[in-house]
């Protein structure tokens, strides 16, 4: 009867929206902070939520409204990786819908001007999580004072906020209005704010300046420093302002969770946001779910407590050689269901052979396309594919998705088919044609030809498939040498050129558009495994790192700047179709198979969770662009005994 009930509501306010305006949706005191708004340390929901929140219609979304209150379990392996919470609550200034169109959030409205003036109106009464209002003044104090201050901010302004070298004139001309204004297009600017890890272009001025040497009073400033032991009122600031590690309770936010926990351990807790910005049309202020529970186990067991039904909601950690004991663990009985999701990425597993490697000797033998062309025509990727993905995955080198309008299937297979022969003569043209007693090849110098590749250890699938990889290049060669890294040193040590070659996945991105910025296909991110020093470079404005000094490396940031100045879809569309070609062709990155599917675990009670969806970094901040705000348990949900 309850369950007719609701089903009957939900029709009634359906034909209720087809006729009236949503803004004159009542909102209703939820039960968990109800205690409080008694107690008067609260304010009521109607006080709490700005003048014109954003709601959300979830019938015209294809989704049933809920109700609020439940915990939500989920794991990570590590204890930094609290900052999902960020990524998947997906609270932005602008943010990508399910179309991958980019709309307000946090944000009123925007104007976009020639892509060189912007103007951001933001929700009237709009509040932080602490009750503090939110205004065009925390977005002054970041540009004034952590920008443009060369304590906090020794590099200036990030590429982000520069075009064509120049930054923007930022204004503030009421509480609700933010300009940012540049003499030539900033097309990148709108997408970023949308990203998984964006630039918080706001800070929570009223708590920061405690911190800040241009607000705080010397003595209480100096006894903050000794009580967090740093050295300057720079580090302090650093170390309390932390929008996206998440980790500081104290520090304001306008994510639906809040941090609960006092400090790091195996397990996290988040509660719901008491002045979060958006409701249902039911007048129910979002998220549903009252309370995010996060442990943090070994990422090795994430499976088989998913599988014994310890989570209700999992993805993170989880690939596809699981799902065989995640379909077990529902056969008996684990009261979950698993879902195939598509993968965003453009390479599942990528070899990057370091182009700024330390070793003069290596790194001519790497930047030697013949090299890079041999090493990937070296990978019998069927058989990977079949051992790996029982032959689901898509084979090839790495390009973008059959997703994305600029994909070519020949840009797919250029110099990624299995030909030994083709590659024992490439590697002989290149000059590598000595070998020693065992077959394996030697370099100009002498050393035997052993290629080591490190890993961050975290997905078996990687290792799998570098043990096949080992035995097609010692057919041809080449010593494969695999070392189990850390993350965070591996990429370090990448960063710092002391890695030959690195596996990773590929590029973020695999369903790009026109409009998606190319930066990651041109030597501008040290991110980019491949070429670390001249992403570096650019980063740092010639300060640190090297420039590139190949001429199709030259090439790829000529037509980067290029897509910045063009006016048209039609002409970034011929720039991005230019740049993956050279990239297919130099094979800066040696991708190995794409598209497999992601097992994503839902509970059984847990509804709107989208069955088929895309598993994406950027775009997409792999749940946030699903909403979890909107997900919510089911109290009548059946459970199988």
């Keep these: 009867m309850r369950r007719l009930t609701r089903r009957l509501t939900v029709a009634l306010v359906a034909a209720f929206l087809g006729t009236a305006s949503l803004a004159q949706v009542v909102p209703q005191e939820g039960n968990f902070w109800r205690a409080e708004v008694e107690r008067g340390d609260l304010p009521p929901v109607s006080e709490r939520l700005p003048d014109l929140p954003l709601i959300v219609d979830l019938l015209t979304k294809g989704r049933e409204p809920g109700v609020a209150g439940g915990t939500l379990r989920t794991m990570v392996s590590r204890s930094k990786d609290i900052r999902q919470m960020v990524v998947y609550g997906y609270a932005r200034l602008v943010g990508y819908d399910q179309g991958y169109n980019l709309v307000p959030d946090i944000l009123l409205d925007y104007e976009n001007e020639g892509n060189r003036k912007f103007t951001f109106h933001l929700r009237p009464g709009h509040k932080w999580s602490d009750g503090a209002p939110f205004t065009s003044v925390d977005f002054e104090y970041y540009w004034k004072y952590i920008v443009n201050n060369a304590e906090l901010t020794p590099g200036g302004p990030s590429e982000l906020l520069l075009a064509n070298g120049k930054p923007p004139r930022v204004s503030f001309p009421d509480a609700v209005t933010v300009i940012y204004e540049w003499d030539y297009p900033n097309p990148q600017f709108l997408r970023a704010l949308a990203q998984a890890n964006p630039p918080f272009i706001y800070r929570p001025a009223h708590y920061l300046k405690q911190f800040h040497a241009d607000f705080a009073d010397e003595a209480d400033l100096m006894a903050k420093m000794r009580e967090k032991r740093v050295r300057s009122w720079a580090a302090l600031h650093n170390r309390v302002d932390n929008m996206y590690q998440f980790d500081n309770p104290q520090l304001p936010t306008l994510q639906p969770w809040i941090t609960a926990s ?282 640190s790192g090297e420039a590139p000094d190949m001429p199709e490396a030259q090439r790829l940031m000529e037509l980067s700047h290029e897509w910045e100045q063009a006016s048209t879809s039609e002409a970034r569309g011929a720039i991005w179709r230019e740049m993956l070609k050279i990239h297919a062709d130099q094979v800066y990155g040696i991708g190995i198979l794409s598209e497999a599917p992601q097992p994503v675990v839902v509970s059984n009670k847990l509804r709107n969770v989208p069955v088929s969806g895309t598993w994406a970094w950027d775009p997409g901040a792999h749940f946030g662009l699903h909403r979890p705000d909107e997900f919510w348990f089911d109290p009548e949900a059946e459970v199988t005994q």
């Design 262 to 543: 006092a400090q790091a351990g195996t397990r996290s807790l988040f509660v719901r946001n008491p002045y979060y910005h958006r409701m249902d049309s039911f007048g129910v202020q979002l998220p549903y779910i009252d309370i995010v529970e996060m442990s943090i186990v070994a990422g090795g067991l994430i499976a088989a407590k998913t599988n014994a039904g310890e989570v209700d909601l999992q993805a993170r950690g989880l690939s596809f050689r699981d799902i065989s004991i995640l379909k077990k663990g529902e056969m008996d009985g684990a009261e979950y269901h698993t879902n195939l999701w598509a993968n965003g990425t453009a390479s599942q597993i990528a070899i990057y052979p370091n182009l700024n490697f330390n070793d003069p000797v290596w790194r001519e033998v790497l930047r030697d396309v013949r090299v890079r062309r041999a090493l990937s025509m070296a990978i019998d990727r069927r058989m990977i594919n079949r051992a790996l993905y029982f032959g689901l995955a898509k084979e090839g080198g790495m390009t973008v998705l059959a997703r994305s309008p600029f994909f070519e299937p020949k840009n797919l297979v250029a110099w990624a088919l299995y030909d030994p022969a083709l590659a024992n003569q490439l590697l002989d043209e290149a000059g590598l044609s000595e070998r020693r007693a065992d077959g394996i090849r030697l370099l100009p110098d002498g050393r035997p030809m052993e290629l080591v590749i490190e890993t961050a250890g975290e997905r078996q699938e990687v290792e799998n498939a570098l043990q096949i990889i080992t035995d097609t290049w010692r057919d041809v060669g080449v010593k494969l040498v695999m070392r189990p890294l850390d993350r965070d040193i591996l990429r370090n040590r990448v960063y710092t050129g002391v890695t030959m070659a690195s596996v990773w996945f590929g590029w973020d991105n695999g369903i790009p558009t026109a409009e998606t910025p190319p930066d990651y296909l041109a030597p501008r991110q040290q991110e980019f495994l491949a070429w670390p020093k001249w992403g570096q470079y650019f980063q740092t404005h010639g300060g």
